[in-house]
């Protein structure tokens, strides 16, 4: 597989890329996504015809994924490309088709937790022992103060919140509580459901690690300690995978009554050119959100302005239609260098942590850590057991999205009747407003805040007021 620059998904510690500021002439340039041998084809009306896989046969190629509801099929050609495409594009069933792309994760550091973890035996009393100590990202920037948001609601096993990406390690003693095994699938043709490279799993671990009794798993807890998780698999072991895999975890998700989709990862793709990726991106999650799911995606760990490359590129997943974006922020609760930022985004900000060589004033859990290490101001989640490891600090708009994703699940917990564009609007108005006042470009709506957006939740439960 074709190494791209998919900068989105950023794992931890020593990962070489530039925080300068991007140098360009009129036109920016950035590394844009590969294209992949196979198309996603999408056909006239709003759902497939039934003689789909005869149309894709007649053009000289054979279907290899169909998505009915929303009429999009994933298609190969079985000889010259070149002649395939100009069969579909003299078809009149056919609305529009284009190349599928390459999603792989950057190459990256890993550090596992290997130091001897500090317990904390006088933090919040339904916690894990650990959390109080090395999770500031929750007590600190998600819950506001201690444990508030969780006096509200730890989390309904009625919400379901998805994770696409490398896998999910189900054997993970914090993960398994939750761990739904009807739902999840791996859409990675010759890989099972496992993590075999750790991503996936801090991602679940962040949103849905469980309090449990087992002082061998008793390191973390998820922002929704008893959300449902789902895993689903759209990437492989060396972290990549093909768009098309995406959109079959999605369409899944909708078939199984999914109610939040996180994504950490996504590429760019040049605008002005004669494509039809992005439509048919915008319809799969415009279809999810449609049908009740909360569409999360990680803004982009370029470190660029957006605004300046607006015009030219547009990031995928988290700028299409339907999808909140999420831009990251270090523990001083300022923009972490890496994170793409920009008024175009249109999301909120959530802690991704960053390298911090203080500790911060505000840094007083109840025992604090007998050393302030630089890592430290990562955050701190799950990682797959495969490694022969359980946890590990990271930093990255990875990160970050996992939050927002957690946080609307506890939103849909306290009120599983809202809407999608209801529970975007939770998130958003309940935000820390950072920054300059109101939207801005640094922060967009703000900075996460779970306690505020539950009130908020909690508000819509009560009944109207009789009135004109």
Not at 92 to 102: E, L, N, T
């Amino acid at each position: 597989m074709r190494k791209i620059s998919i900068v989105s998904v950023l794992l931890l510690v020593v990962l070489a890329f530039s925080t300068l500021p991007f140098v360009y002439s009129e036109t920016p340039t950035i590394e844009t996504m590969t294209e992949a041998p196979g198309y996603l084809v999408e056909f006239k009306g709003s759902k497939l015809p039934k003689n789909a896989e005869a149309i894709i046969e007649g053009c000289g190629g054979a279907v290899t994924s169909m998505l009915p509801e929303i009429a999009v099929v994933g298609a190969m050609p079985n000889g010259n490309p070149a002649d395939f495409e100009a069969a579909l594009a003299n078809n009149d069933a056919i609305k529009c088709f284009d190349h599928d792309y390459i999603v792989e994760l950057p190459d990256i550091s890993m550090t596992p937790v290997t130091e001897e973890l500090q317990f904390e035996s006088n933090g919040p009393l339904f916690t894990d022992p650990y959390y109080w100590v090395y999770q500031w990202h929750l007590w600190h920037t998600i819950e506001v103060s201690p444990w508030a948001a969780w006096t509200i609601t730890t989390g309904s096993p009625d919400i379901s919140v998805a994770v696409l990406d490398t896998g999910i390690d189900w054997n993970h003693g914090d993960i398994a509580p939750n761990y739904d095994f009807g739902a999840s699938a791996s859409f990675v043709p010759y890989e099972d459901e496992m993590d075999y490279h750790g991503h996936g799993t801090w991602c679940g671990g962040l949103i849905a690690a469980a309090v449990n009794d087992d002082p061998n798993d008793w390191k973390v807890i998820g922002i929704g300690p008893n959300l449902n998780l789902v895993n689903l698999k759209v990437m492989d072991s060396s972290g990549g995978g093909y768009f098309s895999w995406t959109f079959q975890a999605v369409y899944h998700a909708v078939a199984h009554g999914v109610d939040v989709i996180s994504m950490s990862f996504g590429g760019y793709l040049p605008r002005g050119v004669d494509r039809s990726f992005l439509s048919i991106c915008n319809k799969v999650f415009n279809y999810a959100q449609r049908n009740g799911i909360v569409c999360v995606a990680s803004a982009g760990n370029a470190g660029i302005h957006m605004d300046d490359f607006h015009a030219y590129y547009v990031h995928i997943p988290s700028q299409c239609e339907g999808v909140i974006d999420v831009i990251a922020t270090d523990i001083h609760d300022g923009r972490a260098p890496y994170s793409n930022y920009g008024s175009s985004l249109h999301g909120i900000s959530a802690p991704g942590g960053y390298w911090e060589f203080n500790e911060p004033s505000w840094y007083e859990p109840v025992i604090p850590p007998a050393f302030w290490a630089p890592h430290y101001g990562f955050t701190f989640s799950t990682t797959t057991t495969v490694s022969g490891y359980k946890y590990m600090w990271a930093y990255g708009t990875s990160m970050a999205c996992p939050h927002v994703a957690g946080v609307a699940g506890l939103i849909l917990s306290v009120n599983p009747n809202l809407r999608p564009s209801q529970v975007r609007h939770l998130l958003f108005t309940g935000a820390v407003d950072h920054g300059d006042p109101g939207f801005d470009e640094i922060y967009n709506f703000g900075l996460l805040n779970a306690y505020n957006s539950l009130q908020l939740a909690l508000k819509t439960l009560r009944a109207p007021t009789a009135g004109p």
